[in-house]
């Protein structure tokens, strides 16, 4: 028996499914999860030391590779003068202005310790800022595992077709109206239907948890002059797309302005960090200057601040980093898209910036119904095979894929002869 079988046997003892996050269990794919030992740059390398070209990076977080060396040297001194606090500390000063300073229309931000808490904290700011109740987010989008989210969700929700969660109150459901993805005019439907009870419609700008799913000319804009028509609060989800797809995200790509902003992944670099952030009119209700109860034992603990602010100060002062991973992406794409142009099979490539998807599908890929369409039966023997080459995609047709700056050209010449070597099974 494999060392990861081994270990995903005495897992499942102990923890349920045998992961901490459902999409590691790779259920939807079939097949044993690799357990993963060590990993740096482009690599991870396994319990029985297999290599693997990592594009997952840690669903994110990982952009300049993994162990970055000045983000591992940042903890380890940090660590030295204890992990946390409880107290205020001039280093989240410091990681606030950095944000402030990175992305538009952010005038605060609030730390909190994943993309759960921090879109969950959003929605309640909306909430109370509106007073009103209902939110608008979008089938197949991923927003973190809070019960209001929980209603149509893409990433492990989409993967497990999990329709209703149990232990979601009816309540809730009510109270969040979901519509499809690139779909504005089911978006003003909704809107009449709920007039003046939408407090806030929240979007992830670029989809990455339906495969990458782009948005549609005129819609994002649109959504923004429905909020500003209707006092809806726009709240753009970059946990992905954060200091991603540029140093400003998503807003700064799209040139759309959010009223409300939530990050992940990224800002942490590795370590366990979220933050909202936005208008001053609007965050000033959030406790202790508001109301708006939202608190967390290691909100800007200093580990955690220290690695995100090494990873945004090097994002920052190296813009050239968004150009080679976006470069990168580009070089993939045509790779794969040469290799499956030649094989026949239907496919569509999904990509903006350093966030890629393939979807074995003869439609356009452009919300949650056609990903969901789409052969995901072949994605997941196109995954195992990729794995067998060492090449570790995200175990479920429902994920974006991540580059990281580490990757090496040779790394993708290796995907794409991997995925020609693939199709030629076909
Ligand atoms: P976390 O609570 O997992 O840090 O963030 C939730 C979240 C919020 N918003 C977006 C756009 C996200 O993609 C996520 C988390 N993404 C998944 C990957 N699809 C995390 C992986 C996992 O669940 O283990």
């Not at 903890?75 to 944000?99: C, R």
């Not at 609030?110 to 879109?119: L, W, Y």
């Not at 920052?316 to 142009?341: C, F, S």
Request: aromatic share 10%; with cysteine.
């Amino acid at each position: 028996m494999s060392q990861n079988q081994q270990l995903f046997d005495r897992a499942q003892k102990t923890i349920p499914g045998g992961v901490n996050s459902p999409v590691r269990a790779f259920k939807s794919v079939g097949g044993t999860p690799i357990f993963m030992k060590s990993a740096k740059g482009a690599y991870m390398y396994d319990a029985e030391g297999r290599q693997y070209i990592d594009y997952i990076n840690s669903w994110g977080p990982m952009i300049l590779g993994h162990a970055y060396e000045p983000v591992v040297r940042a903890i380890q001194e940090k660590a030295l003068d204890s992990t946390s606090f409880g107290a205020p500390t001039e280093l989240e000063i410091e990681m606030a202005e950095l944000i402030v300073s990175m992305v538009p229309n952010v005038d605060m931000v609030r730390m909190v310790s994943s993309g759960t808490e921090a879109c969950m904290s959003a929605i309640r700011l909306a909430r109370g800022y509106t007073g009103r109740n209902k939110i608008i987010k979008f089938e197949g989008c991923y927003h973190g595992h809070a019960d209001s989210f929980l209603v149509k969700a893409g990433s492990g929700v989409a993967t497990f077709n999990i329709q209703t969660v149990p232990g979601v109150p009816a309540g809730v459901y009510t109270d969040t109206l979901n519509a499809p993805y690139n779909d504005l005019e089911a978006v003003r439907r909704l809107v009449e239907e709920n007039k003046g009870e939408i407090a806030a419609i929240i979007i992830e700008p670029v989809a990455g948890n339906m495969g990458c799913i782009l948005p549609a000319e005129g819609f994002m804009p649109g959504l923004r002059e429905l909020c500003n028509q209707e006092g809806i609060v726009f709240i753009m989800d970059e946990v992905m797309t954060g200091f991603r797809l540029a140093a400003g995200g998503a807003q700064e790509k799209l040139g759309v302005a959010a009223d409300l902003v939530t990050y992940g992944k990224v800002i942490g670099g590795g370590m366990p960090v979220g933050a909202f952030g936005g208008k001053r009119e609007i965050m000033q209700h959030i406790a202790p200057l508001g109301n708006v109860y939202q608190a967390g034992t290691l909100s800007g603990n200093p580990i955690a601040m220290i690695a995100g602010y090494t990873m945004l100060k090097t994002l920052k002062d190296n813009p050239a980093i968004y150009t080679d991973i976006d470069g990168k992406t580009e070089y993939l794409h045509q790779g794969l898209d040469r290799v499956l142009a030649k094989s026949g099979v239907p496919y569509v490539i999904n990509r903006m910036g350093s966030m890629i998807s393939v979807h074995f599908s003869s439609h356009p890929v452009v919300d949650f119904t056609a990903a969901a369409a789409a052969d995901n039966a072949r994605f997941n023997l196109y995954f195992h095979y990729m794995l067998q080459w060492g090449v570790y995609l995200p175990p479920s047709a429902f994920e974006t894929w991540f580059i990281s700056h580490a990757l090496s050209t040779e790394d993708i010449d290796r995907t794409v002869a991997a995925t020609a070597s693939f199709l030629d099974t076909l």
